[in-house]
């Protein structure tokens, strides 16, 4: 059972371009992470959302964490090649168990 | 301050022989997380070890086992080699269950 969905799976864009990723669950969570994963890598902590409600800006990546804490998104504005990778998201249930979506592909083409 | 160390960084085995994946985390982090990611997707969690006990582990065959060291360290043992274990492994550490994860580069184990 897929508790956190992520989508879309995969996504290639302009350079220049915004776009927004979703993760959502029909459970709450205690808080929520994003990381990002570059080839050859292991993922890379983003940010952390706690609040339900809460909004965090990371340069041009803008991270929300839904009211019911059960959904998160994140925006990314002006999209650039460096962006690429993959984006994961992953909820933290109230024992500390990370709950991790499947993950969203990016390409951002020049 | 130097990140999770993971060794080897590739490791070919032929199917039915055994893997040995190993693991040192962050200096001060006591806890060690070990995943699995295929096509380069999604993390499967397998185990959890914290001060040398494993605390839970994810639905993965027996086959699958490790252990903490006194110095923190993790192995990750793979028994009896399937071809879909070919994947990327990840660990990862933390100073306790509260905190985020730190991972290190992974090993990128085939099978054939």
């Known amino acids: 059972t897929q508790l956190l969905e992520q989508s879309p799976q995969f996504l290639s864009i302009q350079e220049g371009e915004n776009l927004t990723v979703y993760c959502n669950s029909s459970?709450?969570?205690?808080?929520l992470q994003w990381y990002r994963q570059e080839p050859g890598e292991g993922p890379v902590l983003l940010v952390t959302v706690v609040t339900g409600g809460e909004v965090k800006k990371l340069k041009r990546l803008t991270f929300q964490f839904g009211d019911a804490r059960k959904d998160s998104s994140l925006h990314i504005t002006a999209a650039q090649p460096g962006d690429t990778g993959l984006y994961l998201c992953?909820?933290?249930?109230?024992?500390?168990?990370?709950?991790w979506g499947a993950g969203t592909k990016l390409i951002i083409k020049p | 301050e130097a990140g999770v160390t993971q060794s080897p960084t590739h490791l070919i085995k032929t199917r039915g022989q055994q893997a040995t994946l190993r693991c040192s985390p962050i200096?001060?982090?006591?806890?060690v997380y070990w995943y699995q990611q295929a096509l380069g997707l999604g993390l499967q969690f397998l185990l959890w070890y914290d001060e040398g006990e494993e605390r839970n582990r994810g639905n993965f065959p027996p086959r699958f086992s490790g252990r903490q060291f006194p110095n923190y360290s993790s192995e990750l043992n793979v028994n009896a080699l399937e071809l879909e274990d070919s994947a990327l492994y990840l660990c990862a550490s933390s100073t306790d269950r509260a905190s985020p994860l730190h991972f290190g580069n992974g090993t990128r184990l085939t099978v054939t």
């Open positions: 200096s001060g982090h006591t806890s």
């Open positions: 459970s709450v969570f205690s808080s």
């Open positions: 992953a909820g933290v249930r109230s024992n500390y168990q990370l709950i």
